[in-house]
């Protein structure tokens, strides 16, 4: 049974299409994290079919497209397949503690107004229903920094983090250098990955035109987001 979502402004529902490549999560997880995608793909219709292929292999729980049309193709309880090898807040096999959004952008250019005004609504009902705190949703990039980079440096963070959809950094001191991995560990981010596979996907976040080595800006964000939604962990993740 599909758990529905309502678009804002719109009659119905989203469109049910699904995809077979879905599965029950594993070891009893429940969603508890958001992760959001770009599709690099020409259209939304496109992404669609691909995600509903047998042959492709991957899946999500909702794509949007750029003119705000929704669909839904896995049930918000089952796990996509969307997420792959990577991990968040010292856990891996995100899928089955996610719910996965793919809109359609082909990481180039800003994402549509009907787009976002939908997917708001759409996290809105999911965060609601599933508990789902704004720092655990994260993008695609942060918790697969080696071989990942959606939703991008166009997507709006700090537009989502105004509503209390994500978080965003608030203007602070900063910190000792030394002490990037450690606080970036705190926020989620994998230690499997490299200082600078970490810093990317931290600047396509907070800092998406930054290019200069590890800056005072980055340890200001990085120590101020550890500081006010980090966790203190002696093990994997929730």
Not at 129 to 136: G, S
């Amino acid at each position: 049974m599909t758990v529905p979502a309502l678009a804002p402004g719109a009659a119905g529902s989203a469109i049910w299409r699904a995809s077979p490549n879905v599965g029950a999560r594993r070891g009893g997880l429940r969603p508890d994290m958001l992760v959001l995608h770009f599709t690099k793909m020409a259209t939304a219709e496109a992404a669609v079919d691909r995600l509903c292929d047998p042959q492709a292999g991957v899946s999500c729980h909702y794509v949007i497209g750029e003119d705000g049309t929704l669909w839904q193709l896995v049930d918000e309880a089952q796990r996509a397949w969307h997420a792959g090898r990577g991990s968040w807040d010292g856990a891996g096999d995100v899928n089955s503690r996610s719910i996965g959004i793919e809109l359609a952008n082909r990481g180039n250019h800003p994402f549509a107004e009907p787009q976002m005004r939908v997917l708001e609504a759409l996290m809105g009902g999911i965060m609601a229903r599933w508990h789902i705190r704004p720092e655990r949703v994260i993008g695609h990039s942060d918790m697969a920094p080696d071989r990942k980079d959606d939703p991008g440096p166009h997507f709006d963070w700090r537009r989502l983090a105004l509503q209390g959809l994500a978080v965003w950094p608030a203007p602070g001191a900063g910190a000792d250098p030394a002490r990037f991995r450690a606080l970036s560990e705190r926020i989620g981010y994998g230690a499997e990955f490299t200082d600078a596979q970490v810093l990317t996907a931290l600047r396509l976040r907070w800092r998406p035109w930054a290019r200069e080595p590890l800056a005072a800006e980055d340890m200001a964000v990085v120590a101020d987001i550890a500081a006010r939604f980090g966790v203190d962990r002696a093990g994997p993740g929730a």
